[in-house]
């Protein structure tokens, strides 16, 4: 299976999602994704171990600005 990574819109959503997450009890790391697979932004986003889909869902909700899911 292969990494997938949440995009967000900015390094610093990146860094607050992965401490938000942090509190509700899921792993999550900070990652730079490539230039070969960056469609838009910053080009950061956040692994998570765990559901990937049930993250993004949970910082959507959250009001953190998402963008796709790669990998």
Do not use: N
């Not at 960056?38 to 963008?67: E, N």
Request: one cysteine or more; hydrophobic letters at 40%.
């Amino acid at each position: 299976m292969s990494k997938q990574i949440i995009m967000l819109s900015s390094i610093t959503y990146a860094y607050k999602a992965e401490a938000w997450l942090a509190k509700q009890g899921v792993k999550a790391y900070v990652h730079r994704v490539p230039q070969q697979l960056r469609t838009h932004g910053c080009g950061y986003g956040v692994q998570v171990k765990g559901d990937t889909l049930a993250a993004a869902s949970m910082l959507q909700s959250a009001g953190f600005p998402i963008g796709e899911i790669i990998g």
